[in-house]
Nanobody, 124 residues
């Protein structure tokens, strides 16, 4: 599977942004999908995940502000980000776990396919 993220840009704090992830080779609807981010000098952290049934899970740091969703027809994954904060600044990656169920938590080691990332910069 190939994953290609887009939509990253620079925004002001409090603003909104939607990231997209396009996939080819596998149907997103069959697998657990996730969004991760990695800030400069920090480890990659899980942001949100979505299983094949549509159940979602969010990291505490983004709960209530971010929404993960999927378009099964277009085979696209999205991350709607609202009320952005400077600490949301990072490279954002979409990932696929070749299993219809997601593992507990949002761990990078549970996902085997990754996109190249898209940069989000939030200024205060």
């Amino acid at each position: 599977v190939q994953l290609v993220e887009s939509g990253g840009t620079s925004v002001q704090a409090g603003g909104s942004l939607t990231l997209s992830c396009a996939g080819s080779g596998d149907r997103f609807s069959s697998y657990c999908m996730g969004w991760f981010r990695q800030a400069s000098g920090k480890e990659r952290e899980g942001v949100a995940k979505l299983n094949s049934a549509g159940s979602t899970y969010y990291a505490d740091s983004v709960e209530g502000r971010f929404t993960i969703s999927r378009d099964n027809v277009k085979n696209m994954l999205y991350l709607q980000m609202n009320s952005l904060k400077p600490e949301d600044t990072a490279m954002y990656y979409c990932a696929l776990r070749r299993n219809r169920y997601c593992a507990a938590g949002i761990r990078a080691t549970d996902f085997g396919s990754w996109g190249q990332g898209t940069q989000v910069t939030v200024s205060s």
